[in-house]
């Protein structure tokens, strides 16, 4: 996990409350996000406002594709720093996203869709265009889509083998939770223990995930509000916290259900 913080991040900046400036570094959130990699392959989910900064801190010196989840700020505004790739790598970077979020990319960057001139180092990106209701694969790896309402926007969580992504959701249709079943590892978001009307809290985050029943199970997408090892403690056994730098291995080649 490269980043398990909300839009703000944590710390908030500006705030003073106790996990903002706590000595925990688990308490330091950065944008959320989540890299995959074997020895010759790494897949990004969400490429937000932080990523230069988690590019550098978990040398990502290879990055071979991005998915993306919906296109707000925290998702997709590092996605300049993709040229760095095109440079050193020589690859056109291939990125997947409905075209939701395509729509949302061509608005938030005109220059690399509607370049007025030449020069100036644009990012090259080979767009592939995700279906909701379409498996697909990214590197030879199969992938199945998790659509999920984010308030009234529709955004999509990607499965892929053993392990499932759902971040920015606020309802999970009966439909997409068939698709995650048999999941061993998932993540998922929960803000905080106030309601939100665009994100699940923890306690429907909590009860989704039981629902799920994968053998574990950790949040991201968490504000200050909570505290990482107050939180734990109080979370049902094989539920946590997610935290930056958090690894775990999963099985690509694992049985998904059939669409
Ligand atoms: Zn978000
Ligand atoms: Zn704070
Ligand atoms: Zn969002």
Same mark, same amino acid.
């Given at each position: 996990?490269?980043?398990?913080?909300?839009?703000?991040?944590?710390?908030?900046?500006?705030?003073?409350?106790?996990?903002?400036?706590?000595?925990?570094?688990?308490?330091?959130?950065?944008?959320?996000?989540?890299?995959?990699?074997?020895?010759?392959?790494?897949?990004?989910?969400?490429?937000?406002?932080?990523?230069?900064?988690?590019?550098?801190?978990?040398?990502?010196?290879?990055?071979?594709?991005?998915?993306?989840?919906?296109?707000?700020?925290?998702?997709?505004?590092?996605?300049?720093?993709?040229?760095?790739?095109?440079?050193?790598?020589?690859?056109?970077?291939?990125?997947?996203?409905?075209?939701?979020?395509?729509?949302?990319?061509?608005?938030?960057?005109?220059?690399?869709?509607?370049?007025?001139?030449?020069?100036?180092?644009?990012?090259?990106?080979?767009?592939?265009?995700?279906?909701?209701?379409?498996?697909?694969?990214?590197?030879?790896?199969?992938?199945?889509?998790?659509?999920?309402?984010?308030?009234?926007?529709?955004?999509?969580?990607?499965?892929?083998?053993?392990?499932?992504?759902?971040?920015?959701?606020?309802?999970?249709?009966?439909?997409?939770?068939?698709?995650?079943?048999?999941?061993?590892?998932?993540?998922?978001?929960?803000?905080?223990?106030?309601?939100?009307?665009?994100?699940?809290?923890?306690?429907?985050?909590?009860?989704?995930?039981?629902?799920?029943?994968?053998?574990?199970?950790?949040?991201?997408?968490?504000?200050?509000?909570?505290?990482?090892?107050?939180?734990?403690?109080? %979370?049902?056994?094989?539920?946590?916290?997610?935290?930056?730098?958090?690894?775990?291995?999963?099985?690509?080649?694992?049985?998904?259900?059939? %669409?």
């Amino acid at each position: 996990m490269l980043g398990t913080g909300t839009s703000a991040g944590v710390p908030v900046i500006t705030c003073t409350c106790d996990v903002c400036t706590s000595t925990n570094p688990r308490n330091n959130r950065l944008r959320s996000s989540i890299l995959l990699r074997n020895k010759d392959q790494s897949i990004l989910i969400d490429c937000g406002c932080d990523f230069r900064e988690q590019a550098l801190r978990w040398k990502i010196n290879q990055l071979d594709a991005i998915l993306l989840t919906h296109g707000h700020s925290d998702h997709v505004n590092g996605l300049d720093e993709i040229r760095i790739y095109n440079w050193k790598m020589g690859i056109i970077m291939p990125i997947y996203a409905s075209e939701g979020t395509l729509d949302n990319l061509r608005a938030r960057y005109d220059y690399v869709f509607a370049p007025k001139h030449i020069g100036g180092g644009i990012p090259k990106i080979n767009i592939v265009q995700i279906d909701e209701n379409q498996p697909f694969e990214v590197l030879g790896h199969p992938v199945l889509p998790l659509p999920v309402l984010h308030g009234e926007l529709p955004i999509i969580g990607f499965r892929i083998g053993n392990f499932a992504y759902v971040t920015d959701a606020s309802y999970i249709s009966e439909e997409t939770l068939r698709r995650m079943e048999g999941v061993r590892y998932l993540i998922l978001n929960a803000l905080r223990h106030k309601p939100h009307p665009t994100h699940l809290n923890i306690e429907q985050a909590t009860a989704i995930a039981q629902r799920i029943g994968a053998e574990h199970t950790w949040f991201t997408h968490i504000t200050h509000d909570l505290d990482h090892e107050t939180t734990n403690a109080e %979370l049902p056994e094989g539920i946590d916290l997610g935290h930056d730098g958090l690894e775990f291995e999963i099985d690509p080649t694992a049985q998904v259900p059939e %669409l």
